[in-house]
């Protein structure tokens, strides 16, 4: 099993910035990519960025150009720079680990909360 834990998240005015934490530990061996989703009151939750060992990122249209996620040295923990944000960001953001032969990992999720 992997386990995730999320840091990282609070309170900050539109147009700031929050770098968001996901520690993996367990079954290190077993991820294949690992990324960020987001949940908002009343939405599905959707993915924000993936990215996989070989360095290969996935972003989804509305963070394009604000948000930048990266791999710590040793892959074993994921960061989440978030730049300009907007109140539309606001959000429940979820750290995910895909693995093989297994079921994803899901980290508790840390808020980010953007006022305007």
């Known amino acids: 099993q992997v386990q995730l834990v999320e840091s990282g998240g609070g309170l900050v005015q539109a147009g700031g910035s929050l770098r968001l934490s996901c520690a993996a530990s367990?079954?290190?061996?077993?991820?294949?990519?690992m990324g960020w989703y987001r949940q908002a009151p009343g939405k599905q939750r959707e993915l924000v960025a993936r990215?996989?060992?070989?360095?290969?990122?996935v972003y989804t249209d509305s963070v394009k150009d604000r948000f930048t996620i990266s791999m710590g040295n040793a892959k074993t923990t994921v960061y989440l720079q978030m730049n300009s944000l907007k109140p539309e960001d606001t959000a429940v953001y979820f750290c995910n680990a895909a693995v093989i032969r297994g079921s994803d990992a899901w980290g508790q999720g840390t808020q980010v909360t953007v006022s305007s």
């Open positions: 367990g079954r290190l061996f077993s991820i294949t990519s």
């Open positions: 990215i996989s060992g070989y360095g290969n990122t």
